[in-house]
């Protein structure tokens, strides 16, 4: 199948470098370390790219949950694994690849808070405009219209995921 790029690889990069600037930015008045969690598999280039340009301590945490199944959500959110330290006392950032509907943030937004972080804040390489979810994303990346999109971490079926640009099926 054909893909038609809709973001490039260059203007990922620079959107990238800008937030982290923000992020390093907003951080720095609050602590010399934060805890990123990377929420897989989608987030997983995001992740590794914006870390890079972090300069704090960074530590890591990962968690997989799901909702999809092809293109279609099924609204279920499924956690396949979770973290591994608690975040208790700690300055939180979600790193998330994409917000459509805001199901599968919300959902990890609830378990995390029950934690007690000192602050929870979120940031997503793509946001699409077509369901009010109401989700404050602090550090926002691209925000798209009513597209399935694929490419740099996200998927159809599983492929597409190592595109170093984000595309879409027409
Ligand atoms: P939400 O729960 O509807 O906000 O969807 C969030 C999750 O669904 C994302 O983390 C992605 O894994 C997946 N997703 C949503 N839209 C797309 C898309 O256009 N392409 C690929 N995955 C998507
Ligand atoms: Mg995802």
Redesign the pocket.
Known sequence: MPLKVLISEDDIQSKIENLAKDINTYYTKLTEEITAVC?L???VNFFSDLVKKIKLNVNYNFIQ????AG?I?T?K?KVKSWLDEPLENKHVLIV????????????IIKYLERQNPLSLEITSI?M?NV?P?GINVKFPGFE?GD????GYG???NEKYRNLPYIG?IE
Request: proline residues 0%; aromatic residues 14%.
């Open positions: 929420v598999k989608g987030s949950v799901s909702s999809y293109d959500t609204g959110v998330e690849d994409i917000v459509d509907t805001g199901n599968t943030l919300k959902y793509v699409k369901h979810h798209i597209k399935f999109i694929v996200l998927d159809y879409y």
